[in-house]
Nanobody
Framework: QVELVESGGGSVQAGGSLRLSCACT??????????LGWFRQAPGREREFVSA????????YYSNSVKGRFTISRDNSKNTVYLQMNSLESEDTAVYYC??????????????????WGRGTQVTVSS
């Protein structure tokens, strides 16, 4: 069982930055055995993959739309995963969800492969 709690969302002007955090509480297995990621959902759109990091921290993945602007990282001492978002655009406006899966999901970009989801945090970028 894993509990995920996101924070750090808010409103920012285009070109600005935000850092999302996701605090993870695990019960049976240690945090270090979970791959983590972020998805987002804008109004009227499908929930889409944003970024992921493997349980080792050695591999990171990004959607084409955020590559070069967003950076995912994890701090195993704090059981937390971060998403640093720079050069934000109005198209980044969405609810951002933190996800976790034990060891390695079959497909890091497929939402159905993640067993655990947070409740989301709103990010609003105004142009």
């Amino acid at each position: 069982q894993v509990e995920l709690v996101e924070s750090g969302g808010g409103s920012v002007q285009a070109g600005g930055s935000l850092r999302l955090s996701c605090a993870c509480t695990t019960v049976l297995r240690p945090f270090t055995e979970y791959s983590l990621g972020w998805f987002r959902q804008a109004p009227g759109r499908e929930r889409e993959f944003v970024s992921a990091i493997s349980y080792t921290g050695l591999r990171t993945y990004y959607s084409n739309s955020v590559k070069g602007r967003f950076t995912i990282s994890r701090d195993n001492s704090k059981n937390t995963v971060y998403l640093q978002m720079n050069s934000l655009e109005s198209e980044d406006t969405a609810v951002y969800y933190c996800v976790a899966d034990y060891l390695v999901p079959k497909n890091f970009q497929r939402r159905s492969d993640y067993d655990y989801w947070g409740r989301g945090t709103q990010v609003t970028v105004s142009s």
